[in-house]
């Protein structure tokens, strides 16, 4: 696939998913890029992989198929159900899942995907915070031969952009409404988020991020444009930014990041830079634009532990338990709250001592 090609294909998958009117085909962007036909993506709870939302589907799947595998079938999803444990992101093809064998003796193989004509995969999970998971399959028919390793690598890198905007449509309830994102719909939001050009212009910020803005903490304006208070941050956030909203425009392949800002005081507010389409007229929706999403400090004493995932690179259950201690509860609290042992929580917190670079409980909760 072309750069060009993938630029544009990258740029739509943002346009279908942060639009609710659109999101439903938004897989299709993906059967294109890799030639198929056939895909589905999916919202389920992350313990024991109960589908919650049905993101998208492709045509094979009809109404009667739709239902039958909300229904009964999705349990029975083998691939699903041996990637689920896995710790995520993971992206696995089928066979490194169930050798082909087996799978064709499974009831899921035998009585939904052969009515759907699939028997080849290649799937992901993603972790999506809130105790959701995200699930993805693109497949192909036993005809039509198995996904090589280049359909792996190219599936991996547009499901990492496919993700990331889920997760932000999720934040800003965009699959619960039925229209475009609105100035409405922003304001209502108790997350900060503000919707910058390029050039760090500032397009859109809510009650929660114009609060922000005006305490000079972390972020302020200063021209009409967003800046960081500690001016040796800028640089990074500029780039960032600019990065993004070139993606979501259709222009690059940056994912967006997390970016952990921090006051006088060494406070830290934990920022998430995205690629944003935005679709309303009325704020400039002919610019490459980005979204800047936060927690407001003032209504959530520690960071989402999702948040601190991307942060800090660790694994879901080593965001949670981090969230936890970050909150001042001891060790042996925070293995009771997650439910594990006192010395799987210590070979957790040893994990995140390695990733965070600090050295004791302490300076988790400062952090």
């Known amino acids: 696939m072309e750069e060009a090609q993938l630029h544009t294909a990258i740029g739509e998958i943002y346009a279908r998913v942060l639009d609710p009117a659109r999101a439903a085909i938004a897989g299709q962007v993906i059967e294109e890029a890799l030639g198929i036909g056939s895909s589905i993506h999916f919202v389920s709870e992350a313990n024991d992989g109960k589908m919650t939302r049905l993101l998208s589907a492709s045509e094979n799947f009809d109404d009667d198929a739709r239902r039958d595998y909300a229904d009964y079938y999705h349990a029975r999803n083998v691939w699903f159900e041996r990637a689920l444990p896995q710790p995520p992101p993971i992206v696995r093809r089928g066979e490194e899942l169930i050798d082909p064998e087996d799978f064709l003796k499974t009831e899921f193989c035998a009585d939904w995907c052969s009515r759907v004509e699939i028997f080849h995969m290649i799937g992901c999970t993603y972790p999506l915070g809130h105790g959701l998971v995200g699930g993805s399959g693109v497949h192909r028919s036993r005809r039509q031969g198995s996904f090589s390793d280049g359909d792996k690598r190219l ?8 993700a990331r905007a889920v997760g932000v449509s999720m934040d800003l309830g965009l699959h619960a409404t039925a229209s475009t994102i609105s100035a409405d719909i922003v304001e209502a939001l108790n997350l900060g988020v503000i919707l910058v050009s390029e050039d760090r212009k500032i397009i859109q910020a809510n009650a929660v991020a114009a609060r922000i803005l005006g305490l000079r903490r972390w972020l302020t304006v200063v021209g009409g444009r967003l ?23 259709g222009r690059g ?31 400039g929706n002919d610019h490459p634009t980005a979204a800047i999403l936060f927690h407001d400090p003032a209504r959530q004493s520690s960071a989402p532990e999702n948040m601190i995932s991307a942060a800090y690179g660790l694994s879901p259950a080593e965001g949670r338990l981090a969230r936890i201690l970050a909150e001042g509860k001891t060790l042996i ?35």
């Open 333 to 367: 609290q925070a293995a009771a709250e997650v439910g594990v042992s006192v010395n799987t929580a210590k070979t957790q917190l040893a994990s995140i001592f390695a990733r965070t670079g600090f050295s004791r409980q302490v300076d988790l909760v400062r952090s």
């Open 227 to 249: 800046r960081t208070v500690h001016y040796g941050s800028l640089g990074v956030l500029s780039w960032r930014i600019a990065a993004a909203a070139r993606t979501g425009a």
């Open 253 to 283: 392949l940056d994912t967006g990041t997390v970016l952990r800002l921090r006051d006088i005081e060494g406070a830290v507010l934990p920022i998430l830079i995205s690629p944003f389409r935005n679709h309303d007229e009325a704020w």
């Open 155 to 162: 599936y991996a890198l547009l499901m990492e952009h496919f």
